[in-house]
T-cell receptor, first 118, second 115 residues
Framework: GAVVSQHPSWVICKSGTSVKIECRSL??????MFWYRQFPKQSLMLMAT?????????EQGVEKDKFLINHASLTLSTLTVTSAHPEDSSFYIC??????????????FGPGTRLTVL | AQSVTQLDSHVSVSEGTPVLLRCNYS??????LFWYVQHPNKGLQLLLK??????LVKGINGFEAEFKKSETSFHLTKPSAHMSDAAEYFC?????????????FGRGTQLTVWP
């Protein structure tokens, strides 16, 4: 099946610094990717929809200036957490629809990135 | 509007006994329904999906789920639990009205399997 990778798998940073997380579709193209965050013992919360070649669509309550998304190619989307603070510590997960896309098909999830802000 | 309700936040079973994880959904359109499993600090793995074909769906690792439109349910079952089944399980709905394939997640059910 299709594979989605994320890098890094975990990162620890100091408060006030910025962190970039990459999401790659390894063997298929993805014009759309989704970014989620997951707090401990909680479900995934959709943060934004990343669109190749255009601006990301953010969910209500998600600060677009805080969480910068760039979808520069058909296989890569990046999420940059700017001026990170301890409350940004979370598990960030990306996903991409399968080859045929659309709501009927499986979405493939990356393994996630554990961000810890000190 | 689409939503998913997982009725149990935590389920505990003994190894070798049946597993039942309950899920109810709400969808404005004919839904596609999924069950994903997440092991600690890992990404999500698809167990099975319903996309309007057979109402009884068989997935990996012996799991299956039945789509019941009249009850708006999509409960996940397994006849005999294994220790390796201990994980977080998410029921997910995607609406045919969503051209972007947006997913709606339930809150998750933590499955504990006792030896």
């Amino acid at each position: 099946g299709a594979v989605v990778s994320q890098h890094p798998s975990w990162v620890i940073c100091k408060s006030g610094t910025s962190v970039k997380i990459e999401c790659r579709s390894l063997d298929f193209q993805a014009t759309t990717m989704f970014w989620y965050r997951q707090f401990p013992k909680q479900s995934l919360m959709l943060m934004a929809t990343s669109n190749e070649g255009s601006k990301a669509t953010y969910e209500q309550g998600v600060e677009k200036d805080k969480f910068l998304i760039n979808h520069a190619s058909l296989t890569l989307s990046t999420l940059t957490v700017t001026s990170a603070h301890p409350e940004d510590s979370s598990f960030y997960i990306c996903s991409a629809p399968g080859l045929a896309g659309g709501p009927f098909n499986e979405q493939f999830f990356g393994p996630g990135t554990r961000l810890t802000v000190l | 509007a689409q939503s998913v309700t997982q009725l149990d936040s935590h389920v505990s079973v003994s190894e070798g006994t049946p597993v039942l994880l309950r899920c109810n959904y709400s969808s404005s359109y004919s839904p596609s329904l999924f069950w994903y499993v997440q092991h600690p600090n890992k990404g999500l793995q698809l167990l099975l999906k319903y996309t309007s074909a057979a109402t009884l769906v068989k997935g990996i690792n012996g799991f299956e789920a039945e789509f019941k439109k009249s009850e708006t349910s999509f409960h996940l079952t397994k006849p005999s639990a294994h220790m390796s089944d201990a994980a977080e399980y998410f029921c997910v709905v995607s609406s045919r009205g969503s051209t972007l394939g947006r997913l709606y997640f339930g809150r998750g059910t933590q499955l504990t399997v006792w030896p």
